[in-house]
């Protein structure tokens, strides 16, 4: 009995003791960050206190759908649990030697893997790549991050124009490490060249990151991807705090700067690409989006500036050469503004809107035939390019050809139901033919899609006054004169409707407004209404 005894309190001693190795406490126990609820509040922990993964997951619950995103930190101490364990077998500690041991766990056993682009938001969050095992360079990098903090592996995030990576650096053994290779190792050259790293210490360029400017370059992507699928709210939110954590990251500057760009705030966006370019003074791209916001501000000269210094920096970024084009065409310098969609499509034979940008520069020119032959070229390479038939449409109505400029507007809507502008004019061609109910149809689609347009209302209410429905003309015109009451026309609009519906008070009362807005008005039109008011 005392022998079975001892085998048992043997066997419990044994199993305590590696019990107890496999649930000593990681390296993360007890972090103040741990506790975190708020992105507010991490920013406001010392560096040592920042858990990265909880601060990831607090992103994931605050910019996307995900709830209760800590049930996440589980499946995190687990992984770092298990490699913690292979390292125990092996007798290696938590140093360099760790980094072969974490790569076959992820890359190789576990599947992870590297997605081509970061289009999907919702591919960028921490959970999301636990989720899917797939991430792209920099969601795998939080994730590596997030096992290194638990098993106190030194390890950094790194970043480059464009890129983000992981570094080993324990002030001995120094190498980085490429998530999106399955943990294969490039040396500081390699991503210098590669991404065209600004030389100069007024960046984080190839530097050390520590967790918060970690969490900074995040949220830079995330909101560069909310950007990108139109979400500008959400992308403002996370890029003005990404230039709060990372104020010498220019690509956090200049992907603020073009939100700043498309909510109008011209000189916001501007002062965002000067320190982009302060920051790295020979990006193309920067200098090409500091010569869109002097074109709003409506300075073309130093617009062309900023334009040649990006083709100077990248003779092949085409769309340098179109703002190019764009800005001659404003000067009315027209050959210039071939010359220069000519050799955008030189670089890129393919580019349909290049072709189509080149129509409408012969549009302007009044070379119709010419235009048309560019717009036809563009849709035949994109048949999605709903700007080349609306083009189309518009050299046909110069030409007088109705029919082929109702085809053009309405393969334009085909492809881009709600492009107002093609809405209008299919209604006006409809208007133009006398076809008063399908005018009326084409007006109503354009006011669902700008309702206060007091134009818009204005050639509704004429189409209803041509189809002698004079109550819905007046309705109309009503609602263009309280919109912009300056439309004389609508108001001779609403004296004949009135007229018409046996309001002649009105009726006088619009065709005097009409009459002092500079509409031509007979003594026959006063008379025959002054006479119905007796």
Request: proline content about 3%.
């Amino acid at each position: 009995m005392k022998k079975i005894f001892a085998a048992v309190f043997c066997f419990l001693i044994c199993t305590s003791m590696v019990l107890g190795r496999r649930h000593d406490p990681l390296a993360n126990e007890n972090k103040a960050g741990l506790y975190s609820r708020s992105i507010e509040h991490v920013l406001r922990l010392r560096e040592d206190e920042v858990d990265l993964a909880t601060a990831a997951l607090i992103v994931s619950e605050r910019w996307s759908d995900m709830v209760h995103g800590r049930r996440y930190l589980a499946t995190l101490d687990d992984m770092a649990l298990e490699i913690r364990e292979r390292l125990r077998r092996r007798r290696l500690k938590a140093d360099f030697r760790a980094i072969p041991v974490i790569n076959a766990y992820l890359f190789d056993e576990l599947g992870f893997k590297s997605t081509s682009e970061a289009s999907d938001p919702n591919d960028l969050f921490l959970h999301t790549v636990l989720d899917k095992k797939s991430g792209y360079c920099l969601s795998l990098s939080i994730l590596y991050l997030s096992l290194a903090e638990r098993l106190d592996v030194p390890l950094y995030g790194v970043v480059v124009p464009g890129h983000f990576f992981v570094r080993y650096d324990d002030s001995r053994v120094r190498f980085n490490i490429e998530t999106t290779s399955k943990g294969g190792r490039a040396s500081d050259e390699h991503y210098i060249n590669k991404f065209k790293v600004p030389i100069g210490s007024n960046s984080i360029y190839m530097k050390n990151l520590d967790k918060i400017q970690t969490l900074g370059c995040f949220l830079n992507n995330l909101g560069n991807s909310y950007d990108d699928i139109g979400n500008i709210d959400s992308a403002l939110l996370a890029l003005e705090r990404a230039v709060e954590i990372n104020p010498t990251l220019s690509e956090s500057q200049v992907n603020l700067g073009n939100i700043y760009l498309t909510k109008g705030q011209v000189t916001e966006a501007i002062n965002r690409y000067r320190a982009a370019l302060k920051i790295n003074p020979n990006d193309a791209k920067t200098h090409n989006n500091l010569g869109n916001a002097y074109i709003q501000r409506g300075w073309l000269k130093y617009a062309v500036s900023e334009y040649y210094r990006s083709i100077r920096l990248d003779p092949k970024f085409t769309d340098a050469y179109k703002n190019l084009a764009i800005v001659y065409c404003r000067q009315e310098s027209f050959q210039q503004a071939i010359v220069r969609l000519k050799q955008a499509i030189v670089l890129d034979p393919r580019d349909a809107e290049c072709y189509s940008q080149l129509g409408g520069v012969y549009d302007q020119m009044g070379n119709y035939e010419q235009a048309i032959a560019q717009y036809k070229k563009a849709s035949k390479i994109d048949p999605k390019l709903a700007e080349a038939y609306y083009g189309l449409g518009l050299c046909y109505n110069k030409l007088g050809s109705v029919d082929d400029e109702i085809w053009g507007y309405k393969r334009a809507l085909a492809v881009k139901p709600d492009m107002l502008a093609a809405l209008i004019n299919l209604g006006n061609a409809y208007f133009g033919q006398k076809k008063y109910g399908a005018a009326i149809e084409q007006y109503k689609k354009a006011l669902s899609v700008k309702p206060d347009e007091a134009m818009i209302h204005y050639n509704l209410g004429a189409a209803f006054s041509n189809n002698e429905n004079y109550e819905q003309a007046v309705a109309e015109y009503l609602r263009a004169v309280e919109i912009d009451p300056e439309i004389g026309d609508a108001h001779y609009g609403l004296a004949f409707g009135f007229y018409q519906l046996r309001n002649y008070d009105l009726a006088w009362k619009h065709i005097h407004i009409a009459e002092k807005l500079g509409v031509e008005i007979s003594k026959d039109q006063l008379n025959a209404i002054k006479r119905k008011l007796r």
